[in-house]
């Protein structure tokens, strides 16, 4: 069996680079949740020189985007979207310290390479799994873009939220290595 | 004639994308729990495995069976002899779509423009519905929550009637392993053949609804559903996309008569969460 590893955000790129591809970890602490439209703003500031309204420094970012939860719920079921649309903003948000991105697909070339060049590894939830995952999270702050609903930035306190590691800091790629061991000519 | 009030449409409506959305077909739980059994790879039955107790939690704690409770899809087949009272049928199946949406603490993932807005319509519609005329006094509703990372994966070809069966199965196969770990696998194919190129793309989403292990009657379709569905398990890609032996659950196929110069092929993938709920009325 593979490893469970626990993690606790903030963390520090000489833990990140401990992680390998196929480990399990179990999260605690705050990450930020992000989706297409909040990273298209994220983006849009950094153009214009201005600073984020979140720091990215040793965190993660969930690409989630929620559904309401019920009264008495601390979050509505909250699984992970695709990954790949975010692929054209990652590289920037990489290098200003973020340390890894939590969602489900395969990213581009130029994600795995900013990964490498600044530490930080691509987690994977069970795409599907949102009522289930949403047991992992205790509170939910939204943080800013408000008039973006379920697509904008939350802060989510999380409590051994289940993920694997899918691409490593050195670029080792799951979604790469595991297929072929199964395939059938 | 018979009358149907349009506030049955509506509270019809509500209530099975409401039942849709939390609790997941016993045919596709069935299958999951056979799957997860007989999956060789550990990471593989692992996903399956959550799969499965999520579907459980969504269930019992009435809550969606996944945060993308998707765009509304609704499949109308109205009695001719049935009359609607009181109300406008089309509003009463997007009010049944609002109420659900917005009572249930479903997402509301819709917006109103495609290309240039791009705002939200904060319920949920308009919903996206397909109305046939059936003989009798009933109304058949048939309705069905698409998540869009599946969607976003489907695929139309007009192929050359030359092209033939291999033609299909190439395309079929080729889609779906294409799609990887994005359509959270295991997938459903939905497959539309014939028709023209916008009746071949509604038959595949039609194929979706049909209960899991029914094939097509046609005994060769049959076949090829099989054959289809083989191949794309050979692929290795897996629960997740992250290896092993079950990527897809269902190749189901549904064709229509065709020009004499065409060969139209949609094929319209599912996630593991193909949540759809029917009721006649
Ligand atoms: S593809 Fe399906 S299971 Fe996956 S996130 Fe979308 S709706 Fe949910």
New binding site residues.
Partial sequence: MEKVIRIKTPVTTKEIKKLRAKDNVLLTGEIYTARDAAHKRLIGLLKEGKRLPIDLNGHFIYYVGPAPAKPGYASGPA????SYRMDPYTPQLLKLGLKGMIG?GTRSKEVIAAMKEYGAVYLAAV??A?ALISKSIKKVDVVCYEDLGAEAIHRFYVEDFPAIVVIDSEGNNLYETEPPKYRLE | MREIKAEVIKDTVRDLFLDANYFIGKDLYNKLKEQSEVEESPVGKSVLEQIIKNNEIAAEEKIA??????MAVVFIELGQEVLIVDGDFNEAVNQGVREAYTEGYLRKSVVNDPVFDRINTKDNTPAVTHIKIAPGNRVKITVTA??????NMSSIKMLKPADGVEGVKNFVVKTAVAAGP???PPIIVGVGIGGTMEMAAVLSKRALLRPMGEPNKDPRYAQLETEILQEINKSGIGPAGLGGRTTALSVNIEYFPTHIAGLPVAVNI????ARHAEKVI
């Fill in positions: 699984g992970p979207t695709t489900k795409g599907g949102a | 069976i996944c945060q993308d409770t998707g698409k998540g869009f990372g599946s969607e994005n359509p959270c599912c996630c593991h969460a």
